[in-house]
């Protein structure tokens, strides 16, 4: 494809230059060369990349388009859609990482003549990585598409080839979330650690396994498989099959068989034994082929209703396992409940094919408002004695904060702690039958327990609660540091303060309304080109694992809930790192808040809408800084308001301009009322806590009346 024939977004632009969005429709407006557009609709335009390359650099704006842009703009601008680019560059980038050496030679020559040669090179690479019958036959580039595969080799060179595939794969998924269901990394890595455990009992494999996924999606699962020996993926959507195949074939070196198919309509693989089988199934499908599978043989378990298309799929994982293997599914929390399921899950329970039902907190996967569970499945042996008890978790409150903290919610789940704790609970099934009970978290329930006329195996129904507020002594404990805090908050009361001396009437004193009466005032902005202030904004490409302060923590006072996940999108971006004495204020709802960075806070990735003001310390001080941003009137003025958000532009808010020993007394009075105010919202937590508490052990028998 021509270069020239890529277009960019406004919001693409705005990352190119390293601006805002804003800052992009300020151009527009303001520069009446800027490129007009080329596509896109009135309110969503697209430009000419080329265009928008030449203004910006002749703006002084941009050295150079960076590469991984350039590719990116090739991918989403390609004539037969951004998925048969990627499955064209991911093609091409499978034979630079298996024969650097030919590719060197087939890209030495002109583009006609380079397709023509690619096409024999091609086929070898796939038939000796995907074997026969893959899914990326007839899908071979061609001569227009030679620009795209050199620009991607070139990606490859800077990033790796694998690195480069996910990075484009990475942000073709951010920029259409809502056609693909993804399997977030931690439930996807969790998932494959228990399929793991399950093969040798201590939490890793001993040998290479080989793993089915039968609903591969986007491969998100079958990646997180360490060392496979073969991994098998099958999906009824064929661009997400190809793409599936492509990123495991860059991913490592197992054997990679894919299938485009219905699994179950048309199962690809039909005399596999595997090791493990990983699936996260479509959820409440009516047309799973209820009617035209009703005497297959894999529903040895009882035919699923209708409504039950998520028990098919437990049945065709169980098919597919060797005897001893195991399978994880992600399934929505009504499979466990629903009445049309309960003889299904009966057999299961009786033949020992459910080996654990785990709740995962609310925000683990998509649909992100509901609890999702984890099956884990084990295909029973003939002649083996079904074990006797099912393990039983629910992790929801594993990613709540301590004590007088708000709980995790979608960014901030603690998923090394839920990780860490069903792991360790499943660990300790394998090897002993069981497990010690915890309240509230898990236990090991008799099989005979379960067959009642529901057989419900929510966890939630059969773990005994846990108790009320952590027992009497927590709840004396919560109620001794409710007390210290509310001694806390009225010793910091604020007094009184005298009357301020009447403001000027002069006219810049009402149109700049930052400061003591008289005092002449200026604006971040101002501050920003002036050296004494830097601002900078939020970004996703912090290394996996950084802590994130995130929005909610700003509003909230509290400490980075956030974790960094690996992002193949962001690898490229610089993240801002916080420091002491910055600055944090939220760009969107239009609230007075601005948060000063301490020791404990430091060190954390700044998060999304959110910028960050770091002043040099010889000509601001950073409490007078935050607490004049917290004026009502400052940020009213430095609001744009839209259809339904309010979003604050940080250069817009005003400073009064004071030497810096009057900047200290301000700043020590702001001090004085952001202390104030951490201790009244520590007591509201605490008061929550406490008054929960009561009620729970009121209503359970854990405290009395008296």
């Known amino acids: 494809m021509p270069e020239n024939a890529a277009e960019v977004t406004a919001a693409e632009i705005a990352r190119l230059a390293g601006v805002g969005r804003a800052a992009v429709s300020n151009w527009r407006r303001r520069h009446a060369d800027f490129p007009r557009p080329v596509g896109g609709t009135e309110t969503s335009p697209s430009f000419a990349l080329a265009d928008v390359e030449d203004w910006l650099r002749a703006q002084g704006k941009l050295a150079e388009v960076p590469l991984r842009e350039r590719v990116w703009q090739q991918v989403s601008g390609h004539p037969a859609g951004a ?56 899908r071979e580039p061609g001569p227009a598409d030679m620009p795209l595969l050199r620009a991607a080799a070139d990606l490859a060179a800077e990033l790796g080839a694998r690195q480069a595939f996910e990075f484009l794969l990475g942000r073709h998924l951010d920029a259409n979330p809502r056609q693909y269901t993804l399997t977030p990394p931690g439930p996807a890595e969790l998932m494959a650690a228990l399929a793991g455990a399950a093969a040798t009992g201590t939490g890793t494999a001993a040998a290479p396994l080989t793993v089915l996924d039968p609903a591969c999606g986007t491969g998100g699962l079958l990646r997180a498989v360490r060392h496979p020996g073969a991994l098998y993926a099958q999906d009824a959507a064929p661009e997400l099959a190809a793409l599936t195949a492509l990123r495991l074939a860059l991913h490592g070196d197992a054997d990679i068989r894919a299938a485009a198919a219905d699994s179950l309509r048309a199962d690809a693989f039909p005399q596999l034994t595997a090791d493990a089988v990983l699936c996260h199934p479509p959820f409440n499908e009516r ?49 466990a409940s629903r009445r049309s399921g309960r003889r299904v899950r009966a057999d299961l329970l009786r033949r020992g094919a459910l080996r654990a039902v785990i709740a995962l907190p609310a925000g683990a996967a998509p649909p992100y408002g509901v609890p999702l569970h984890l099956w884990v499945l084990r295909k029973p042996a003939p002649g083996l004695q079904p074990a006797p008890e099912v393990l039983l978790v629910d992790a929801a409150g594993l990613a709540a904060g301590p004590a007088g903290e708000p709980a995790g919610g979608r960014d901030k789940a603690a998923w090394p702690a839920v990780h860490d704790a069903v792991l360790a609970a499943w660990t300790a099934y394998e090897q002993t039958g069981g497990v010690e009970e915890q309240p509230g978290v898990s236990r090991s329930a008799p099989v005979i327990e379960l067959l009642d006329d529901d057989v419900d195996l929510a966890p939630a129904r059969h773990l005994p609660p846990p108790a009320a507020g952590g027992g009497p002594a927590e709840l004396a404990a919560v109620r001794e540091r409710l007390d210290a805090t509310l001694q806390r908050a009225a010793r910091l009361t604020p007094a009184p303060a005298g009357p301020a001396a009447p ?57 980075p809930s956030g974790t960094a996940a690996p992002d193949p999108g962001a690898a490229a971006d610089e993240p801002v790192l916080t420091e002491p004495g910055d600055v944090v204020v939220p760009l969107l709802g239009g609230g007075s808040v601005a948060r000063v960075i301490d020791a404990g806070t430091a060190g954390a990735a700044l998060g999304r809408n959110l910028q960050l003001l770091r002043p040099d310390p010889a000509a601001l001080d950073s409490w007078f800084l935050a607490g004049f941003l917290r004026g009502t009137a400052n940020t009213r003025q430095a609001s744009s308001y839209a259809s339904t958000a309010t979003r604050l532009d940080a250069r817009r808010l005003q400073l009064p301009r004071l030497p810096l020993a009057d900047q200290r007394r301000y700043g020590e009075r702001f001090r004085a009322l952001a202390e104030f105010e951490d201790a009244l919202r520590l007591a509201g937590r605490l008061g929550e806590q406490l008054v929960q508490g009561l009620y729970d052990g009121l209503t359970d028998g854990s405290v009395t009346p008296g």
Do not use: I
């Open 83 to 138: 998925v048969a680019a990627l499955v064209h560059a991911g093609c091409a980038l499978l034979v630079v990482r298996d024969r650097p050496t030919d590719w060197l030679e087939l890209s030495a020559v002109s583009d006609e003549r380079m397709a023509g040669l690619l096409r024999p090179a091609l086929a070898q690479v796939l038939a000796a990585r995907l074997g026969p019958g893959h899914p990326l036959a007839g």
């Open 287 to 335: 047309n799973w082929g209820h009617d035209e599978l009703a005497y297959d043989p894999r529903w040895e378990y009882g035919f699923p209703a209708r409504t039950e298309s998520e028990l098919a799929w437990v049945q065709h994982c169980l098919a597919r396992l060797r005897e001893g293997g195991t399978a994880v599914l992600l399934m929505p929390p009504a499979a």
């Open 503 to 559: 403001k000027s009437a002069a006219p810049e004193s009402r149109t700049r309304p930052a400061g003591p009466a008289g005092t002449a005032a200026t604006t971040l902005g101002e501050l920003a080109r002036a050296g004494a202030l830097t601002l900078r904004t939020g970004t996703a490409g912090a290394p996996p694992g950084t802590p994130v302060l995130t929005e909610a923590d700003v509003y909230a006072g509290t400490a």
